[in-house]
């Protein structure tokens, strides 16, 4: 039996109120070195970060929280730096990291830390696999623990100095209940026969990788009212969404707070060719205070000028349209996924991705051994999955 598969101990007592003790600061190398002393001597630790995404366009960690049964720390990524010491942590199998939805913080750390993972146990992925109907943090604490998170603050700025008492107290939360959480989980996987699928799930985990995505130049035909413009507008609105995009990497702002999508549609609708008519449209008053409408309607000229912009033959997620035999492979292998999603109790790429169905209807495995050689499932998923996914394809 693996570390991993041991027993556990019961589930530690939860407070009926939240009177809990402050968090520990880190913010010195000092009070580094005594945190992690104190977490590598644990079994298990619970992790969370916080970022700036929603503030600037470089976006970067700012804040890293853990907690043990008795104590909450907050490490500060502006404050240090150097966090390498974090990397035996979580690279060390001997500590389970527990996480709610822990893909894009793994990403998060390896893109600004390169750290690499191992033992880990998402409550997320946890919780989706039983089939629960309501998995996202706040909702799992309330209905387990009768725990409200002030959700106000998931949209607040991590990135100012100094936090807010506020901030500081759902940073804290965020990590104070995922260890008793997980072993609620833990023990409802293991009676129901899912604790091996959840294992295998959190293994996959540790090898995400953080890949630079690319500006999409055609990107705004994910824009909602995109579809139904005008070719001529389809244009305007292209050159509109370029120009937001530069915009935004030269003033270190998220696109939308340069101008939103809903603007750009509109833009490309009306197409104002002076900055009286810009004013009089809905939506627009915080980028022309930023003095950016002569730049707007100069975008606007450009789409009114180029040449009509033409759609390749791609589908919305910008591959190319399979033929109709890798299609019709592909509507059976959904068909199959719906019947094993429904029996299981489970969502629909709880089983599969479609992603991942795609690409076994492009390559049309005949065996087990060609199966397994496309990479694309886990030893779980190809043992359980991989048989009937062949039959399905014969």
């Known amino acids: 039996m693996s570390s991993r598969s041991r027993r556990h101990p019961a589930l530690p007592p939860l407070p009926e109120e939240l009177d809990l003790p402050p968090p520990r600061w880190v913010q010195t190398p000092a009070e580094l070195s005594d945190m992690l002393d104190r977490l590598m001597s644990e079994p298990r630790v619970a992790v969370d970060t916080e970022a700036d995404s929603l503030f600037v366009y470089h976006y970067k960690v700012c804040l890293i929280q853990f907690s043990t049964p008795d104590v909450d720390y907050l490490v500060d990524p502006l404050a240090l730096d150097d966090l390498s010491p974090l990397g035996e942590l979580f690279a060390t199998p001997r500590v389970e990291k527990v996480f709610h939805a822990a893909e894009n913080d793994i990403l998060m750390l390896k893109r600004g830390y390169q750290f690499r993972f191992a033992n880990l146990f998402d409550t997320?992925?946890?919780?989706?696999?039983?089939?629960?109907?309501?998995?996202?943090?706040?909702?799992?604490?309330?209905?387990?623990?009768?725990?409200?998170?002030?959700?106000?603050?998931?949209r607040t700025n991590w990135g100012q100095r100094p936090l807010s008492p506020?901030?500081?107290?759902?940073?804290?939360?965020?990590?104070?209940?995922?260890?008793?959480?997980?072993?609620?989980?833990?023990?409802?996987?293991?009676?129901?026969?899912?604790?091996?699928?959840?294992?295998?799930?959190?293994?996959?985990?540790?090898?995400?990788?953080?890949?630079?995505?690319?500006?999409?130049?055609?990107?705004?035909?994910?824009?909602?009212?995109?579809?139904?413009?005008?070719?001529?507008q389809l244009t305007v609105l292209r050159e509109l969404y370029l120009w937001r995009e530069e915009c935004a990497r030269r003033v270190n702002l998220p696109p939308f707070k340069v101008l939103s999508d809903r603007a750009l549609v509109l833009l490309s609708q009306h197409q104002p060719t002076t900055l009286q008519a810009l004013r009089r449209l809905p939506g627009l008053l915080g980028a022309l205070r930023a003095r950016r409408g002569g730049e707007i309607l100069a975008a606007i000229r450009r789409g009114r000028r180029a040449p009509l912009w033409t759609p390749s033959p791609r589908q919305p997620n910008g591959s190319l349209r399979p033929d109709e035999?890798?299609?019709?492979?592909?509507?059976?292998l959904r068909e199959w996924r719906s019947r094993k999603a429904r029996e299981r109790?489970?969502?629909?790429?709880?089983?599969?991705?479609?992603?991942?169905?795609?690409?076994?209807?492009?390559?049309?495995?005949?065996?087990?051994?060609?199966?397994?050689?496309?990479?694309?499932?886990?030893?779980?998923?190809?043992?359980?999955?991989?048989?009937?996914?062949?039959?399905?394809?014969?």
Not at 124 to 130: D, E, K, P, S, Y
Not at 200 to 213: G, I, M
């Open 345 to 394: 109790g489970v969502d629909l790429d709880v089983v599969l991705t479609n992603d991942v169905l795609l690409r076994i209807a492009r390559e049309a495995p005949q065996s087990m051994e060609e199966l397994e050689r496309l990479g694309l499932l886990s030893p779980w998923k190809l043992h359980s999955y991989g048989p009937e996914l062949l039959k399905v394809m014969r």
């Open 166 to 232: 506020e901030q500081m107290a759902y940073a804290r939360l965020d990590t104070r209940y995922l260890l008793p959480l997980r072993d609620l989980l833990y023990r409802e996987l293991l009676a129901r026969g899912r604790l091996e699928e959840a294992l295998d799930a959190f293994e996959a985990l540790t090898r995400v990788e953080y890949v630079e995505k690319p500006f999409d130049p055609e990107g705004f035909l994910r824009i909602n009212g995109a579809r139904d413009l005008t070719p001529r």
């Open 124 to 154: 997320m992925i946890a919780a989706r696999i039983l089939g629960w109907p309501r998995v996202g943090l706040a909702a799992l604490l309330e209905d387990r623990f009768g725990i409200r998170l002030d959700k106000r603050m998931q």
């Open 325 to 332: 035999a890798t299609w019709a492979r592909y509507e059976r």
